[in-house]
């Protein structure tokens, strides 16, 4: 089973990375991403993506492979139809005895079975990744800010009644009798007979008191009413937009495009 990113193999595997890979007409497969190893650490497969922006990997034996060092280029025996026809591999996936065999009858000798191209044609298709019955799409994306509004407690609103005492002082008028006692000399010859003995008179004598009562009474009313009030709060935030940078070195276009972020 082939291991990755051995420690061992460290320094060869980013010797090799980005190596360009070409097939034996010259037409550009992709770029070498990965690079694998046996447990004794020797080169099995290089991984390479295909497609255009390398959005396909796959794995290809080191026995059907040429690295050039000088050119810092991988040639593969196979045709690019052939390569990109191989078993696909995902990144996060382990590498198992079974997708290993698939690998190895994909490119065993015997098995390419590329069409046949004009040398004229190979060298004008040089370094492209896409063939002419092919469409590749490019999904550009963007963050869109949305808002909206949801309830949360701003605050509270208490209505606390508490006693306070305080002294009031009122002037009350009353009213309260009084006895005067007046004594005016008789002339005998007016006076009626009198009579010697002892006696009492009792004059009652009133007055009014004033009398406090205390008696609870409304005065205001304290009422409490929500209202609705709107007004308007200012959001920003930072949003990730994606834009594509188109490289035209056709001979009609020869120059650099960039796409619209729109």
């Known amino acids: ?10 320094e060869p595997e980013e010797h090799y990375a980005g190596y360009e890979v070409y097939d034996p007409d010259g037409e550009k497969i992709g770029k070498v991403d990965d690079l694998f190893v046996d447990e004794n650490d020797n080169p099995k497969y290089i991984g390479v993506k295909t497609g255009f922006m390398g959005t396909r990997p796959t794995l290809i034996p080191m026995n059907v492979v040429r690295i050039d060092e000088r050119r810092r280029v991988v040639e593969v025996s196979q045709s690019k139809s052939k390569v990109r026809e191989g078993p696909a591999f ?13 690998v190895r009858s994909h490119y065993e000798p015997g098995s390419d079975s590329r069409p046949g191209a004009p040398a004229g044609d190979a060298s004008q298709r040089r370094g492209s990744d896409l063939d002419e019955q092919d469409e590749l799409r490019i999904q550009r994306s963007e963050e869109e800010l949305r808002t909206g509004t949801r309830e949360r407690e701003a605050g509270r609103v208490s209505v606390r009644k508490r006693v306070r005492t305080d ?3 009122l002037t009350v ?3 309260r009798e009084e006895v005067n006692v007046e004594r005016v000399p008789v002339e005998s010859r007016e006076a009626p ?4 003995g002892e006696d009492e008179l009792v004059v009652p004598v009133t007055e009014e008191e004033v009398v406090a009562e205390k008696r609870p009474v409304v005065k205001e ?13 200012l959001v920003e935030r930072d ?3 994606e834009e594509v940078d188109i490289d035209d070195q056709t001979e009609r276009g020869g120059r650099h495009g960039h796409a619209d972020d729109r």
């Open 1 to 10: 089973m082939a291991e990755q990113h051995s420690d061992r193999f460290t």
């Open 90 to 102: 995902d990144d996060d996936e382990e590498i198992t005895p079974e997708y290993e065999e698939r």
């Open 167 to 169: 002294r009031e002082r």
């Open 173 to 175: 008028p009353k009213r």
């Open 193 to 196: 007979e009198a009579k010697i």
């Open 221 to 233: 009313e304290i009422r409490l009413r929500k209202e609705v009030s709107e007004d308007e709060e």
């Open 239 to 241: 949003v990730r937009k």
